[in-house]
């Protein structure tokens, strides 16, 4: 079986996440795509919400495709959330699958730094999904997907919230309503 992973803060999960993860899935034959929002990014900030808000919202949007599936695997581990671990704990789960991780321009470009780089390399291909403003870049052994188009951020996202706006079409609708349920970015 052929498995993708795109993973992130999630903070919310926005449709270019779920746009890079069905474009990752048809380009690569995926039949199936883990969403695995980071229980503590090494990389980034602390997230505006917590864990268990941040699956939820990654739940709510994995369901509405049944070949995107969401993971908590990251979330009861303490520490930072390195992906080497992830990867080596999927491998360890599902020897047989063949594993893809899917990253944006973005975080692709800052791959070298990551905690046992060469190790996470090792572990999965490499797909790298191209942003607005930031294009693939060509990587050796690293496959290189067009942009999704669109300039959505999870950033800009908790702004809209924050100044009362709705973001309808920018999440998709069980996210909005869970947003708006939990009152959470405001």
């Given at each position: ?97 063949q594993w893809t991780l899917v990253l944006g321009a973005d975080a692709a470009a800052e791959l070298h730094t990551w905690h046992r ?62 947003i708006v349920k939990r009152r959470l970015y405001s």
């Amino acid at each position: 079986m052929k498995v993708g992973i795109l993973g992130g803060s999630f903070d919310p999960i926005h449709v270019g996440h779920l746009r890079a993860a069905e474009l990752a899935r048809e380009a690569l034959g995926l039949q199936r795509v883990l969403l695995v929002p980071a229980g503590q990014p090494p990389h980034r900030t602390r997230p505006a919400s917590d864990a268990f808000d941040r699956y939820a919202m990654t739940a709510l949007a994995a369901a509405e495709n049944p070949a995107f599936v969401a993971s908590a695997i990251e979330l009861g581990r303490p520490g930072p959330s390195y992906t080497v671990d992830t990867l080596e704990a999927l491998r360890a789960a599902t020897p047989d699958a063949q594993w893809t991780l899917v990253l944006g321009a973005d975080a692709a470009a800052e791959l070298h730094t990551w905690h046992r780089a060469a190790r996470v390399r090792e572990l999965a291909a490499i797909a790298v999904i191209g942003r607005p403003g930031a294009e693939a870049a060509r990587l050796d052994g690293v496959t290189a997907l067009p942009s999704t188009g669109l300039a959505v951020s999870s950033s800009a996202i908790r702004e809209q919230v924050n100044a009362g706006r709705s973001v309808r079409h920018l999440v998709c609708a069980a996210v909005a309503d869970y947003i708006v349920k939990r009152r959470l970015y405001s």
